[in-house]
C-alpha cells in the first residue's frame, strides 16, 4: 500500500523542466509583444521579435532611454533579457530591460507549464511584478 502511495506521489509531481524548455519564442501581454529567447552561452537571452507598435512602425527607436546615446537604436531585435544563472526550474539574477520607460529592472524567469512562463522584474525586492508569457508555436 505505501509503494502505491509512493508511487502515485511521485507521478503527481510534475517533471523538472530542461534547460532549454524557456528557449523559443513568447507573446509578452503588453502590445502583443513577442520575445525571442535563446541561449547565450550557459545563460539565456531574449530579443524584441515584433510588437502591435512595431509592427505600425518597424523602425521604432528607443526613444526612452535614459543613456541618451542609445536612443536611436531600433528596437525590433534589441536584447532585452540577459545575465541569467540558472538554478533548479528557473533562470535567476538576471536584466529586463523596459523600452517603456528606458529602465533596466533584475529578473527571474520560471515555467509554468510547458506553454508559460512567469517573468518577475523588480525595481528591488519587494517591488516586483510578474508577467505570464505564452509560448508562439
Given at each position: ?37 535563446s ?9 524584441i521579435?515584433?510588437s ?18 542609445l ?17 533548479g ?13 528606458g ?9 509554468s ?25
Amino acid at each position: 500500500m505505501l509503494a502505491l502511495l509512493m508511487g502515485l506521489a511521485f507521478a503527481a509531481t510534475p517533471a523538472p523542466q530542461s534547460a532549454d524548455a524557456v528557449v523559443g519564442r513568447w507573446k509578452t501581454p503588453v502590445h502583443n509583444g513577442i520575445v525571442e529567447i535563446s541561449r547565450c552561452g550557459a545563460s539565456i537571452c531574449g530579443k524584441i521579435v515584433t510588437s502591435d507598435k512595431l509592427r505600425a512602425n518597424p523602425n521604432m527607436a528607443d526613444a526612452q532611454n535614459s543613456d541618451k546615446s542609445l536612443r536611436g537604436r531600433r528596437l525590433m531585435g534589441l536584447q532585452i533579457l540577459s545575465g541569467f544563472k540558472q538554478q533548479g526550474a528557473g533562470w535567476y539574477g538576471g536584466k529586463i530591460y523596459n523600452a517603456e520607460d528606458g529602465k533596466t529592472y533584475s529578473a527571474e524567469v520560471t515555467m509554468s507549464g510547458n506553454d508559460q512562463l512567469n517573468l518577475r522584474g523588480c525595481v528591488f525586492k519587494p517591488f516586483c511584478r510578474t508577467q505570464t508569457w505564452t509560448r508562439v508555436r
